[in-house]
């Protein structure tokens, strides 16, 4: 009897624990399927923007009343505001600017869903791209800025070509044209610096294209020098050199256009094989020293402003860390790539629209674009702005050069929210010969896909 | 859910053995010392936990109306390739993360109960701290070893091993393991100190009689203390099982999953689709096999080193 008990219950508990468990799973499989969905109390759309005519005037802020203008930057913002928000508040005294400013890791975070929230700030940056810009065109909560490109004239003059990465189509899913909707008053632009000292050494001169840099390079390495200071543990710096020898070897506009994610485009072409392998050979060669992926591009940028390395592939923005010593900067002839810094937007539920455009128009202008140079910029607005050194003068000739040559194509990571990933990734791979240039690319190429053929 | 799923079994037990009459007799004020705490673990535990899992089957951009998905962001999970390989690197860690510290925090733990060290406390400080470290200046600083031009590899070449100098953390073949030693060097010293007190409650007497029987420090340790800290074996294995398969910060500030993709764990895929790629149907759904993953892991690994059954002697 007792053996019996004993071995019927644990079966029958096991029965009853499992119908437990089925039951169990189905009710929260029902409960989970019965829920509102996420997202399904929606956001609100904007509503349509009254479009202006004429340039803004004190008079019509004025008509607002006394205001407060929220507003949210990236924090390198700050030294630039300190003189651009009194100056604004100046002009238009009804208006009080009440600024926060987020790390750009924070900005790029938690932008969408303030700007989706039920009190958005009035003007905010935003990034150029699908994480960031896409997703705000997408769900219309920024307005469009094309009337008032017409009436300021941005989209004539040298800054005009800059605005392209911030213009969309009607369903934010491709960049480069469209309607206007951000407006960024500083440029980047990607180029070679160098320690002019150890050219002087070497003998050499600033390479102004790739053949000239190569046979520098040959010359630096043989010297005993590392030729090129890489950190790329980060994998973004890697393809910041890709990108400067690609431009050289396609069309630097179809670039762009694969970019903005044109259907149809490929990146699978001969010229980005070509850049790829390009890369190999240097690191082969020993052209980046060894052991680049486990140095961080901070820790890079570091040794090269003390004296390690003889050129550094990067952009303007590691200009502020080379002012100790006698660092030079070029972009390449055929145009160093460039691209626009972070845009910024008015939110489309702003009341205060008038305001926020009078604010983007000051930012618009040559006074600004000044100050962004002497704060260790580069303005979108280069007529009438001079450099205070040597380094600044030369970065700024470069910014010149790639809007001449129509090499501001942008950053790769632009096209796909997981491109800097997966192309950071890749490289690393083809640069250790772990893969071909064909695989490379093909891998590049099947991530723009799953972002701009699913949809 | 599965927790959802225990806590409904440890309430339902009893109630189901004397029905009704516990339910009247059950001291309900207990509930209301209870109740900050369960209102705290429902809204911050519970309830995210069932928003996952929610999302988990949608696809949506925390922006936009999610649309409807089912399972396929499941079925992506288990047939991506690049995912299958990150958890072949969070299993492949589990060895560096999980049993390694474990052996050492034995062995440091077995010395330092039977040889009288001067300074002891100082030691067994220092021992711990790397667990104090937040892991950002853990993974900065290891960066900073390992580098080509780091103390590591000036180590070697000095003792003559220059051969073996590489970029640690940036060489395909060796990145995975040296983080895998970052991690031992992060969690020895919790171990070491769980094993500590556990060795603290054990009868000394029990130590007495085996050196009259003749028992070495080799026997006594596998005789007495091994056996002994079986509580603070499980213990440390859930903690460090946990902090493997769960792994971020580490690697996010170390590798950032490469070089190519030779250091990809999960949680990297959790957050990138999260915050990055706004693909939080994806990222749920990742996180939400992941917690199971552990679970199911932790629980083979409980079941292994569970107290054995009492046997007729």
Same mark, same amino acid.
């Given at each position: 009897m007792k053996t019996t008990r004993s071995a019927l219950r644990p079966t029958f508990r096991k029965s009853a624990k499992a119908a437990g468990v089925l039951a169990t799973a189905t009710i929260v499989g029902l409960a989970l399927a019965s829920c509102a969905a996420p997202g399904s109390g929606g956001t609100t759309a904007g509503t349509t923007a009254t479009a202006i005519t004429a340039e803004v005037t004190a008079a019509d802020v004025a008509k607002l009343g006394d205001i407060t203008l929220k507003m949210w930057a990236d924090q390198a913002e700050e030294p630039l505001m300190k003189s651009v928000i009194p100056a604004f508040e100046k002009e238009y005294p009804n208006v009080t600017i009440d600024m926060t400013y987020k790390s750009f890791d924070d900005l790029l975070a938690t932008t969408v869903n303030a700007a989706a929230s039920? &009190? $958005? $700030?009035?003007v905010f940056q935003g990034n150029i791209g699908y994480a960031l810009d896409g997703a705000l065109v997408k769900a219309k909560l920024v307005r469009s800025l094309d009337d008032v490109a017409d009436v300021y004239g941005w989209n004539t003059g040298t800054g005009a070509s800059t605005l392209a990465p911030a213009m969309w189509d009607e369903t934010g899913t491709t960049f480069g044209a469209g309607t206007l909707y951000g407006m960024s008053p500083i440029s980047e632009v990607q180029g070679i610096y160098y320690n002019a000292d150890k050219l002087k050494e070497l003998g050499i001169t600033a390479p102004t294209t790739i053949a000239d840099l190569e046979k520098d390079l040959v010359i630096a390495k043989a010297a005993g020098e590392q030729p090129i200071m890489l950190g790329n543990s980060d994998q973004y710096a890697g393809t910041h050199i890709y990108s400067d020898i690609a431009a050289t070897t396609q069309d630097p506009k179809d670039i762009a256009t694969w970019i903005g994610g044109k259907a149809g485009s490929t990146f699978v072409t001969d010229g980005n094989k070509q850049a790829a392998d390009t890369m190999t050979a240097w690191a082969k060669a020993g052209y980046f020293g060894a052991g680049y992926d486990g140095l961080s591009n901070g820790d890079a940028i570091a040794k090269f402003a003390k004296g390690d390395g003889v050129f550094f592939v990067g952009g &303007?923005?590691?200009?502020a860390s080379l002012t100790d010593g006698n660092f030079g900067f070029g972009s390449l002839a055929s145009g160093g790539v460039g691209a626009t810094a972070s845009p910024w937007h008015i939110s &489309? =539920? &702003? =009341?205060n629209a008038v305001a926020g455009i009078a604010f983007l128009a000051m930012l618009h202008t040559p006074e600004v674009g000044q100050e962004i140079l002497d704060g260790g910029r580069l303005p979108v607005i280069t007529d009438g702005v001079t450099g205070a050194s040597e380094l600044q003068t030369q970065t700024l000739d470069g910014l010149k050069a790639t809007i001449a040559a129509g090499t501001q194509v942008g950053y790769y990571d632009w096209t796909a929210t997981d491109m800097l990933t997966v192309m950071g990734g890749a490289l690393q791979e083809v640069m250790a010969g772990r893969i071909t240039s064909d695989e490379y690319t093909e891998k590049v190429q099947a991530a723009w896909a799953a972002t701009h053929e699913a949809k | 859910m599965t927790s959802l799923h225990r806590t409904a079994d440890v309430v339902v037990a009893p109630a189901g053995r004397r029905p009704r009459r516990a339910w009247s007799r059950y001291n309900w004020t207990s509930l209301i010392y209870l109740a900050p705490a369960l209102v705290f673990f429902v809204v911050f535990v519970l309830y995210p936990i069932w928003v996952s899992a929610q999302t988990s089957l949608y696809v949506y951009d925390g922006l936009t109306p999610s649309v409807w998905a089912g399972l396929d962001n499941y079925v992506t999970v288990f047939t991506d390739p690049t995912l299958r390989d990150a958890l072949l690197h969070s299993l492949f860690l589990l060895i560096f993360y999980a049993f390694l510290p474990v052996c050492i925090g034995l062995l440091l733990a077995g010395a330092m109960s039977r040889i009288r060290i001067y300074g002891l406390t100082l030691f067994r400080a220092l021992l711990f701290l790397p667990q104090i470290l937040s892991s950002v200046v853990v993974a900065v600083a290891w960066r900073g070893l390992l580098e080509i031009d780091g103390p590591v590899n000036a180590l070697l070449r000095f003792v003559g091993l220059g051969s073996f100098a590489t970029s640690w953390l940036g060489n395909f073949d060796t990145a995975l393991p040296s983080i895998g030693v970052v991690g031992t060097w992060v969690e020895y010293g919790l171990c070491m100190v769980l094993f500590l007190s556990g060795i603290a409650t054990i009868d000394r007497s029990l130590y007495e009689a085996a050196r009259l029987d003749g028992a070495g420090p080799v026997r006594e340790f596998f005789a007495i203390t091994l056996p002994a800290l079986r509580p603070q074996i499980s213990i440390a294995l859930i903690l460090t099982i946990t902090f493997a398969l769960r792994n971020f910060d580490l690697i996010w500030n170390t590798t950032r999953g490469g070089p190519g993709t030779s250091t990809t764990v999960p949680s990297l895929f959790v957050y990138q689709d999260a915050f990055?790629?706004?693909?939080l149907g994806l990222a749920s759904a990742l996180a939400i096999v992941l917690t199971l993953v552990i679970l199911v892991v932790v629980g083979i690994v409980q079941w292994l080193v569970r107290e054995p059954k009492e046997v007729n002697r």
């Amino acid at each position: 009897m007792k053996t019996t008990r004993s071995a019927l219950r644990p079966t029958f508990r096991k029965s009853a624990k499992a119908a437990g468990v089925l039951a169990t799973a189905t009710i929260v499989g029902l409960a989970l399927a019965s829920c509102a969905a996420p997202g399904s109390g929606g956001t609100t759309a904007g509503t349509t923007a009254t479009a202006i005519t004429a340039e803004v005037t004190a008079a019509d802020v004025a008509k607002l009343g006394d205001i407060t203008l929220k507003m949210w930057a990236d924090q390198a913002e700050e030294p630039l505001m300190k003189s651009v928000i009194p100056a604004f508040e100046k002009e238009y005294p009804n208006v009080t600017i009440d600024m926060t400013y987020k790390s750009f890791d924070d900005l790029l975070a938690t932008t969408v869903n303030a700007a989706a929230s039920a &009190s $958005p $700030p009035d003007v905010f940056q935003g990034n150029i791209g699908y994480a960031l810009d896409g997703a705000l065109v997408k769900a219309k909560l920024v307005r469009s800025l094309d009337d008032v490109a017409d009436v300021y004239g941005w989209n004539t003059g040298t800054g005009a070509s800059t605005l392209a990465p911030a213009m969309w189509d009607e369903t934010g899913t491709t960049f480069g044209a469209g309607t206007l909707y951000g407006m960024s008053p500083i440029s980047e632009v990607q180029g070679i610096y160098y320690n002019a000292d150890k050219l002087k050494e070497l003998g050499i001169t600033a390479p102004t294209t790739i053949a000239d840099l190569e046979k520098d390079l040959v010359i630096a390495k043989a010297a005993g020098e590392q030729p090129i200071m890489l950190g790329n543990s980060d994998q973004y710096a890697g393809t910041h050199i890709y990108s400067d020898i690609a431009a050289t070897t396609q069309d630097p506009k179809d670039i762009a256009t694969w970019i903005g994610g044109k259907a149809g485009s490929t990146f699978v072409t001969d010229g980005n094989k070509q850049a790829a392998d390009t890369m190999t050979a240097w690191a082969k060669a020993g052209y980046f020293g060894a052991g680049y992926d486990g140095l961080s591009n901070g820790d890079a940028i570091a040794k090269f402003a003390k004296g390690d390395g003889v050129f550094f592939v990067g952009g &303007s923005w590691n200009g502020a860390s080379l002012t100790d010593g006698n660092f030079g900067f070029g972009s390449l002839a055929s145009g160093g790539v460039g691209a626009t810094a972070s845009p910024w937007h008015i939110s &489309s =539920k &702003s =009341k205060n629209a008038v305001a926020g455009i009078a604010f983007l128009a000051m930012l618009h202008t040559p006074e600004v674009g000044q100050e962004i140079l002497d704060g260790g910029r580069l303005p979108v607005i280069t007529d009438g702005v001079t450099g205070a050194s040597e380094l600044q003068t030369q970065t700024l000739d470069g910014l010149k050069a790639t809007i001449a040559a129509g090499t501001q194509v942008g950053y790769y990571d632009w096209t796909a929210t997981d491109m800097l990933t997966v192309m950071g990734g890749a490289l690393q791979e083809v640069m250790a010969g772990r893969i071909t240039s064909d695989e490379y690319t093909e891998k590049v190429q099947a991530a723009w896909a799953a972002t701009h053929e699913a949809k | 859910m599965t927790s959802l799923h225990r806590t409904a079994d440890v309430v339902v037990a009893p109630a189901g053995r004397r029905p009704r009459r516990a339910w009247s007799r059950y001291n309900w004020t207990s509930l209301i010392y209870l109740a900050p705490a369960l209102v705290f673990f429902v809204v911050f535990v519970l309830y995210p936990i069932w928003v996952s899992a929610q999302t988990s089957l949608y696809v949506y951009d925390g922006l936009t109306p999610s649309v409807w998905a089912g399972l396929d962001n499941y079925v992506t999970v288990f047939t991506d390739p690049t995912l299958r390989d990150a958890l072949l690197h969070s299993l492949f860690l589990l060895i560096f993360y999980a049993f390694l510290p474990v052996c050492i925090g034995l062995l440091l733990a077995g010395a330092m109960s039977r040889i009288r060290i001067y300074g002891l406390t100082l030691f067994r400080a220092l021992l711990f701290l790397p667990q104090i470290l937040s892991s950002v200046v853990v993974a900065v600083a290891w960066r900073g070893l390992l580098e080509i031009d780091g103390p590591v590899n000036a180590l070697l070449r000095f003792v003559g091993l220059g051969s073996f100098a590489t970029s640690w953390l940036g060489n395909f073949d060796t990145a995975l393991p040296s983080i895998g030693v970052v991690g031992t060097w992060v969690e020895y010293g919790l171990c070491m100190v769980l094993f500590l007190s556990g060795i603290a409650t054990i009868d000394r007497s029990l130590y007495e009689a085996a050196r009259l029987d003749g028992a070495g420090p080799v026997r006594e340790f596998f005789a007495i203390t091994l056996p002994a800290l079986r509580p603070q074996i499980s213990i440390a294995l859930i903690l460090t099982i946990t902090f493997a398969l769960r792994n971020f910060d580490l690697i996010w500030n170390t590798t950032r999953g490469g070089p190519g993709t030779s250091t990809t764990v999960p949680s990297l895929f959790v957050y990138q689709d999260a915050f990055q790629n706004r693909e939080l149907g994806l990222a749920s759904a990742l996180a939400i096999v992941l917690t199971l993953v552990i679970l199911v892991v932790v629980g083979i690994v409980q079941w292994l080193v569970r107290e054995p059954k009492e046997v007729n002697r």
